[in-house]
């Protein structure tokens, strides 16, 4: 469930239309209004909590005026206290109402709703030639039930139940008659509950508000605290763990993240791996938790119409109408080129991490599996590397993570035709390659690990051979179906440092070249140089600046050596959440080349919070300060640690290896940062590199 409403917490239909109370890809509330003696309140200020659990929203009213323009009850002697929040598929709310008056105040109060039941592809603009049927609306007492028969033959209801009781109901309205002697307060609380029959007893409002607060607070105790001398860096972190709390507490899927509100608020495999990546040193359990759900879910049949392959890791999964109608491919749908090998990299992450012998056992037939997938379905015509092309017409024509329809081209501009072999995939496999000879060590596979190893070397001379341009100073965006290479600069050969697959004289060239203004905004790495072709700082993924791209072009520039590269990342993308609505990093904004003194330009439909986004702070950290973690060795050990200027000191606390935890502070001292250990008591051991 998730909510979407502006800064007075009423859902309007205008707009991007985006705005309503959604719960399983479906809109359960399209429009909800409060009104003030028949007109909207003032809004004086509203914010969410820092841990994402609580909005609250203060508001008065405006002049109320007799017949004769006299003004009967001046703006501001009424103060409404508005607060909502979420919790087990219900939205909970209450209104504060306070006479601040001399006299006694007689409030008409209303609030109005509608429910259209949409399915979120119709919200994002798609058309369906048929919809179910509402079905007749239910009016009682205190409660009214909205309700909707799917095409898919379920039925859907939103349940508004009020306390106190209304004065007067209906399928569209609430209406109360508030009376205040000054001073006075009154509460009014509402519960809307999703698909739960009205029958079922809500937990109250108070109830429900300690119990969602402890259940937030638990899952706050199990992450690292971070913070620094500069605030801004403290609040976009604070800001960070909160958002990637809020995407993964409650899910049906233990511990694994959704992608992003409101467009992708489901299960994305790419995404819930990247984002197990970012916060792998942080948080294991959410790298245990998608290894854990993606291998449930392993394709084992070749179903073309949703990309489905034997040993391929899911895409994306979606439970609305649309989706259980065919209408949409994505129930269950396994178009991207790069969500299997990937997969391998997590779990060999994973154990490297945790040391859980047990578990990689369980885990490893799948990793075969993937791999199996790989060399038998990911490369058709054998020739060395993986390539995808879309099998059915209602998928994705580009299955990367750059995923538009025109984000695959050639220098002049013209699409590249299928099947593709993005750069970035070739880096994926041959880490992934890397990533399972380590875990075949480790489970005594030894032949096996050789032979990974031997392929891995394969690909990566191959790859250099065929996708290095030498004039651009990068590698090919793609090789298209004909074998040419796509001669474009892009964001892309980024990942390839990430993935460790070029050669280190290489990785310098490319780590300048994506330092250089034609791809440095100032915020942040564009995706596509700002001399290409098709070169677009609006566009979704021809220009713009993505902040998880960003965070993974970073951990490779300080793989390569090059921190002070990640750093000035780093540092673009905290100025960016000094300038952003909460501190909170959206899944991309336009290109622009930063101008002084302004802010970035926000891309107008971008997901916000998007879990990747929200966790790129954090691999960008682990990469300035070269920190690895060997928990068969109970070993923290930082290679050439570095803070950027902006960040002069840092603080670590609880940072857990096995059932251990070390508490950390980090000071840059000239070109050093010196790592003192404030804990006592445990034997994990922190070795610094310094050279």
């Not at 638990?218 to 609040?235: G, H, L, Q, V, Y």
Request: proline letters at 5%; hydrophobic letters at 40%; aromatic letters at 10%.
């Amino acid at each position: 469930m998730f909510f979407v409403f502006d800064r007075l917490g009423d859902v309007q239909p205008s707009g991007l239309g985006e705005q309503g109370l959604f719960f399983h890809g479906t809109r359960y509330l399209s429009e909800l209004s409060v009104n003030l003696w028949n007109v909207r309140p003032l809004l004086l200020s509203s914010t969410v909590a820092t841990n994402n659990f609580l909005f609250a929203a203060d508001l008065a009213n405006l002049d109320v005026s007799r017949d004769n323009d006299e003004v009967a009850i001046p703006r501001g002697t009424l103060h409404l206290l508005r607060s909502r929040f979420l919790w087990q598929n219900r939205c909970y709310e209450e209104f504060l109402f306070v006479n601040h008056g001399l006299s006694p105040l007689e409030v008409p109060f209303a609030i109005a709703f509608n429910a259209d039941f949409a399915d979120i592809f119709e919200v994002r603009g798609m058309h369906r030639d048929k919809k179910g049927q509402r079905l007749p609306d239910r009016v009682e007492k205190d409660s009214v039930v909205l309700s909707y028969e799917g095409l898919d033959g379920v039925i859907r209801r939103t349940h508004i139940q009020s306390n106190p009781s209304p004065d007067y109901a209906s399928n569209k309205e609430l209406l109360f008659d508030v009376k205040l002697h000054p001073k006075e307060r009154a509460t009014f609380q509402f519960i809307i509950s999703c698909d739960s029959p009205a029958e079922t007893k809500s937990t109250g409002y108070a109830k429900a508000v300690a119990a969602a607060r402890q259940e937030f607070d638990s899952a706050a105790e199990t992450f690292p605290r971070i913070s620094s001398s500069n605030s801004r860096f403290s609040d976009w972190i604070t800001r960070s763990v909160s958002d990637l709390q809020m995407m993964t507490v409650g899910n049906p899927e233990p511990n694994y993240p959704y992608a992003g509100v409101p467009w992708f608020s489901t299960v994305f495999g790419r995404d819930g791996i990247i984002t197990a990546l970012q916060t792998l040193w942080l948080s294991p359990a959410i790298g245990r938790g998608v290894l854990e759900y993606l291998a449930a879910l392993q394709s084992r049949e070749i179903i073309p119409s949703i990309e489905a392959e034997p040993g391929k890791i899911l895409h994306e999964m979606r439970r609305g109408e649309m989706a259980a109608l065919g209408e949409v491919p994505f129930g269950c749908y396994y178009g991207s080129v790069d969500s299997t090998p990937l997969f391998i990299i997590l779990a060999g992450a994973y154990y490297d991490r945790t040391a859980d012998r047990s578990f990689l056992e369980r885990l490893w037939p799948h990793v075969e599996q993937a791999l199996r997938w790989i060399d038998e379905f990911g490369d058709v015509d054998g020739d060395g590397f993986v390539e995808y092309a879309q099998h059915s017409r209602k998928g994705l024509v580009h299955q990367g993570w750059k995923d538009s329809n025109d984000s695959v081209f050639h220098s002049d501009g013209t699409l590249a035709p299928a099947p593709i072999a993005l750069c970035e995939v070739q880096g994926y496999v041959y880490a992934a390659k890397l990533s399972a000879a380590r875990m075949c060590r480790v489970l005594d596979k030894a032949d096996q690990s050789s032979r990974l190893e031997k392929e891995a070397e394969k690909l990566r001379v191959q790859f250099e051979n065929q996708f290095w341009c030498d004039d651009l100073s990068t590698y090919a965006l793609a090789l298209d179906g004909d074998k040419r290479p796509c001669r474009v600069r892009t964001s892309n050969a980024g990942h390839c440092l990430f993935t460790g697959i070029s050669s280190p004289d290489r990785a310098r060239k490319i780590a300048e070249n994506l330092i250089d203004p034609v791809f440095f905004t100032g915020w942040g790495v564009r995706t596509v140089a700002s001399s290409e072709a098709r070169y677009n700082p609006l566009s979704y993924h021809n220009g713009s600046v993505w902040p998880h791209d960003n965070s993974l072009i970073a951990c490779g520039m300080a793989r390569y050596g090059f921190k002070d590269f990640a750093g000035k990342i780093l540092l673009g993308l905290l100025d960016l959440s000094s300038m952003v609505d909460l501190h909170r990093l959206p899944e991309l904004f336009c290109g622009l080349e930063r101008r002084p003194g302004e802010g970035p330009t926000l891309y107008p439909v971008a997901c916000s919070p998007q879990v990747w986004a929200s966790a790129a702070p954090f691999l960008i950290l682990q990469a300035c300060l070269g920190l690895s973690i060997h928990a068969d060795k109970n070993q923290f050990v930082f290679d050439r640690p570095c803070l950027p200027e902006g960040i002069p000191q840092l603080s670590i606390k609880n940072l857990r290896c096995g059932n251990q935890c070390v508490d950390l502070f980090l000071e840059r001292r000239g070109d050093c940062v010196l790592i003192h250990r404030e804990d006592k008591g445990s034997n994990l051991e922190i070795v610094t590199i310094v050279s």
